[in-house]
């Protein structure tokens, strides 16, 4: 315990006195919320003659869809992701750097980790093949480790913009924020009412996340202060999702669901992006409560250790429960494992397998960080990570 408190310690003197600790904190609340939701809602079963599908126990068991209003926290990580841009960009401007120079520092940041994955699964993928692996048990388990993937180039799409929506303390953002709503909500109305082909929808992919991060530049540059602000965002934007869910035809549930004719994630729609703004809206309530939790060493020294390998964590995850889920199938069919997910005793027992996939990615995530930030010529390891 001396040896906890005294790490916790030191973590606490060195960070700096200006830093907004709450961000920090609100940034490992939506990659947990990703996480324990991709462990909670993909079951990976066996479907006969070797062949592994991917299958949500939303599709099997709908009581259970309030957890994915739980659990979908992209729009908080959007929400600080544009609040960290603003100030790293006002920084730099200050600074007198180039837009090319920060820019390629920002996705150098985002996308280092991405290679050691790859290169992982494009072994393991090649090594499943030679064995023959069925095409639907491969495309199953790529689909699952790449997914994540597109999240990182949406977030660098957007991250790129961030000069555009900096300036006059927000008055740029929200109207971005607010255009980027609109269209979001054009091509909704196009694609359901007027018959539009399905493609249309990706253009929600770029305009229903820029909400969130432009709402978060504009934090960032103090346009968003007011209290009543925050609670409007947060109630609009919860009243907004249910009622396009009660009244208007969209899906309940917040990810995606196999098999459904829409989802709400996949693209975004209207309800995906008004129910990020109420997350958006709730994060920015509880902001000043957060940053005096962080006042005390502990909970703040925990809080930097999963900032700091937050990208590796969000890489790895998926294959974390793969991981699992392939290598228990030597013992035979495991309950909460390789079951079917269609009662709830399989939510009971899915549970049981949490701290097996956190285990596991504990291990790959010693693994990837120490081959991502190798020790140097003379031998000592680094004292800082680059991300």
Known sequence: MSDLRSWSMRVDAATPADRDRAVDVLRAIAILGVVLGHWLVTAVVDQGGGRLAGVSPLRQMPAFIPISWLLQTLAVFFLVGGYAAARSWSSAAARGDSYGGWIKQRLTRLFAPVGLLLIVWGLGVGILVVFGAPYPTVRTLVTLVLSPLWFLVVFALVTSLTPLLCGSAGRRAIPVAGVALATVAAVDVARFALGAPHRLGWVNVIAGWLVPFAIGVAWGEGGVRDRRVFAALFAGGLIGAGALVLWFG???????????????????????????IGQCGLALLLHDRLRRWMRSPLPWAVVVTANI????????????????????????????LHTSPDSPAWVFQRLLWLPAFAATLLVLWAAARKLEWPAPAGGHARTKPRL
């Open 250 to 276: 969209y899906p309940a549930s917040m990810v995606g669901v196999p098999g459904e004719r829409i989802s709400n994630l996949n693209p975004p729609t209207m309800a995906a992006v008004a129910f990020g």
């Open 309 to 336: 390998s937050a990208i590796i964590v969000f890489l790895w995850h998926q294959s974390a429960l793969l991981t699992v889920t392939l290598g228990a199938r030597w013992f035979g069919t495991l309950p909460g």
